[in-house]
């Protein structure tokens, strides 16, 4: 029925996502939205291209046959590595009228209200810094800035195995952004190009210095969002507003719904799902 109302789906390689999704249901309560995490096989920052794109397709599917019309892959990874390949090729196919974005595009237009010096730092998982998503994605619109990467392996198994709060955790940022300003002086911003990350904002405080913005990504994700269905009618009417959430994973729901609650308060009901054959897809 044309009048049909569906979620928003959202996707993540793992939990991180979840920090995204928080910040959705406090700019946008009222929408409904649709969770997958492919805990499974996660993470993905250290698989290649090819693989990130086939499961990041599978999962978007997979969202897709659950009628969600917009789908958010709040994973840098995935952002990074699939979603110009599915936009672009596989869209067209499946269903034109369907909208896929990321995560990195609303965090890059940002970065101008933040830097004076234009040297900016990005910390990311491996897959998202090899890409170069970040500096070819900001030079588009800002061609003044000069990017400075720095991979940070560690970080996402520190918090899938809750080991971010405890003293072996400082280490590894330490060095890291030790590594990332060493770059250069003149930084003056950096932004977490890993959803997980926030978990780790009291550690990353404690060895960036003071006058260094950190940018986080989930309330200027979710302040797009609301900003895109705003210029986006046409989407905007197709979404339901009910103000329900509900949770899939490709792990066991027991041990997402554990692991999960680190990253996200308002867990409902989490429910398995295999992505090797999503569903039919609806209209």
Not at 193 to 207: A, D, R, S
Not at 230 to 254: I, V, Y
Request: proline share 6%; aromatic share 10%.
């Amino acid at each position: 029925m044309k009048d049909e109302k569906f979620p928003i789906g959202v996707f993540d390689s793992g939990y991180g996502g979840l920090t995204v999704l928080s910040e959705f249901f406090k700019e946008l309560p009222e929408y409904d939205f649709y969770y997958l995490g492919d805990n499974a096989r996660s993470p993905y920052g250290t698989r290649s291209y090819e693989t990130v794109y086939n499961y990041t397709l599978q999962a978007v599917k997979k969202l897709f046959s659950m009628g969600c019309q917009l789908v958010i892959l709040a994973c840098n990874t995935a952002s990074a590595k699939a979603l110009r390949s599915i936009q672009q090729k596989d869209l067209p196919k499946i269903d034109p009228s369907r909208r896929v974005l990321g995560v990195i595009r609303p965090s890059v237009e940002a970065i101008g209200s933040f830097t004076q010096t234009n040297h900016i730092g990005v910390l990311g998982t491996n897959g998202t810094i090899v890409s170069n998503s970040y500096p070819l994605e900001i030079k588009k619109i800002f061609p003044e800035i000069i990017v400075h990467q720095e991979a940070c392996p560690m970080w996402v198994p520190l918090v899938e195995n809750s080991e971010h709060q405890g003293p072996g955790a400082d280490y590894f940022i330490e060095k890291n952004i030790n590594a990332l300003l060493s770059h250069e002086k003149q930084i003056d911003t950096i932004i977490l190009g890993c959803t997980h990350y926030p978990l780790l904002m009291e550690k990353i405080k404690k060895y960036v210095p003071g006058h260094i913005s950190i940018i986080s990504q989930g309330k200027i994700v979710a302040e797009s969002l609301k900003d895109y269905l705003n210029r986006h009618p046409e989407m905007e009417k197709k979404c339901s507003k009910n103000g329900q959430h509900k949770f899939f994973t490709t792990e066991s729901p027991e041990v997402f719904t554990q692991r999960a609650k680190v990253f996200c308060e308002q867990l409902s009901s989490v429910e398995h799902v295999d992505l090797g054959t999503p569903d039919r897809i609806k209209h």
